[in-house]
Nanobody, 130 residues
Framework: VQLQASGGGLVQNGGSLRLSCVASGSALNTYAMGWYRQAPGKQRELVAAIAAISTGGSTHYSDAVKGRFTISRDNAKNTVYLQMSSLKPEDTAVYYC??????????????????????WGKGTQVTVSS
């Protein structure tokens, strides 16, 4: 499966963006999916996860983005979205999508552990100016 993230850009502090992740080569509907980000000089981190619809489609967020970001999926379009609001300069990073653990999407496993694939695809840059 190939994952292509898009929708990033330059936005002012407090602004909004919606990221999209389109998959090709395989259907995403059976997978829990996540949005990850990597800021300069920092490790990649999971910020949002969504379970497959067949397991309830639950969502979970890191404390850093809870209440500001919303992850969703459209299985008909084989796409996962990340709606980002009230953006802050510390949200500046390259954002990627990848698979995640269903248990993470249910809040049962910490976001610190990585359960994705090696296939990261191309990320999308988000820059929030102060």
């Amino acid at each position: 499966v190939q994952l292509q993230a898009s929708g990033g850009g330059l936005v002012q502090n407090g602004g909004s963006l919606r990221l999209s992740c389109v998959a090709s080569g395989s259907a995403l509907n059976t997978y829990a999916m996540g949005w990850y980000r990597q800021a300069p000089g920092k490790q990649r981190e999971l910020v949002a996860a969504i379970a497959a619809i067949s397991t309830g489609g639950s969502t979970h967020y890191s404390d850093a983005v809870k209440g500001r970001f919303t992850i969703s999926r459209d299985n008909a379009k084989n796409t996962v979205y990340l709606q980002m609001s009230s953006l802050k300069p510390e949200d500046t990073a390259v954002y990627y999508c990848n698979t995640a653990s269903a248990a993470q999407a249910m809040g049962l496993l910490p976001f610190d552990n990585f359960y994705g694939s090696d296939n990261w695809g191309k990320g999308t840059q988000v820059t929030v100016s102060s």
